[in-house]
T-cell receptor, first 110, second 115 residues
Framework: GIQVEQSPPDLILQEGANSTLRCNFS?????LQWFHQNPWGQLINLFY???GTKQNGRLSATTVATERYSLLYISSSQTTDSGVYFC????????????FGKGTKLTVNP | GAGVSQTPSNKVTEKGKYVELRCDPI?????LYWYRQSLGQGPEFLIY????????DSGLPNDRFFAVRPEGSVSTLKIQRTERGDSAVYLC?????????????FGPGTRLTVL
């Protein structure tokens, strides 16, 4: 099945810093979602982005489907950005289930 | 409510017991998924419903796990003869329909602990 790799596994920032999280996947996808899992375990939808670029406030994401990677940018980080960021992909047909990476654990210190 | 809801939020049971976990999807969403998340890992797919039928149950680990969605809305995940290795957070997600352009939305999960 499709493989999803996220990097870095851990990231520690000072408040106000910028960061880039990467997601590589091993096959063509028709669905790619970025999630933030907060300290209470809730998965929060950030972006649905199988291709192209989107922006939402301090967050933006880019997926280059032909090269099988996606990037999540966080600018001017805040302590509330702390948590685990997951990339998840789905392939066309069948259940279109999501296959998740292992996540990037982000800690933003004040 | 507007989002996916799951009950109970926490469940502690003893090895060998039977448990049921409930998921209430977003109203009007026809596609429903169950995932399981172990500590330090990303969620892993268990089963997918399109309407009332289980269209893909390839992620269920063994025949102790079963899920139903009798009226095409609420779903129940059932685990028989629980084992300590079943301890995890069980997540439910719903989606308006299958196909491109439709993202999955997750509930808050049920944390299952098998003693």
């Amino acid at each position: 099945g499709i493989q999803v790799e996220q990097s870095p596994p851990d990231l520690i920032l000072q408040e106000g810093a910028n960061s880039t999280l990467r997601c590589n996947f091993s096959d063509s996808v028709n669905n790619l979602q970025w999630f933030h899992q907060n300290p209470w375990g809730q998965l929060i939808n950030l972006f649905y982005i199988p291709s192209g670029t989107k922006q939402n406030g301090r967050l933006s994401a880019t997926t280059v489907a032909t090269e099988r990677y996606s990037l999540l940018y966080i600018s001017s980080s805040q302590t509330t950005d702390s948590g685990v960021y997951f990339c998840a992909v789905g392939t066309q047909g069948g259940s279109e289930k999501l296959v998740f990476g292992k996540g990037t654990k982000l800690t933003v210190n004040p | 409510g507007a989002g996916v809801s799951q009950t109970p939020s926490n469940k502690v049971t003893e090895k060998g017991k039977y448990v049921e976990l409930r998921c209430d999807p977003i109203s009007g969403h026809t596609a429903l998924y169950w995932y399981r998340q172990s500590l330090g890992q990303g969620p892993e797919f268990l089963i997918y419903f399109q309407g009332t039928g289980a269209a893909d149950d390839s992620g269920l680990p063994n025949d102790r796990f079963f899920a139903v969605r009798p009226e095409g809305s609420v779903s129940t995940l059932k685990i028989q003869r629980t084992e300590r290795g079943d301890s995890a957070v069980y997540l439910c997600a719903s989606r308006l329909k299958a196909g491109a352009g439709n993202e999955q939305f997750f509930g808050p999960g049920t944390r299952l602990t098998v003693l």
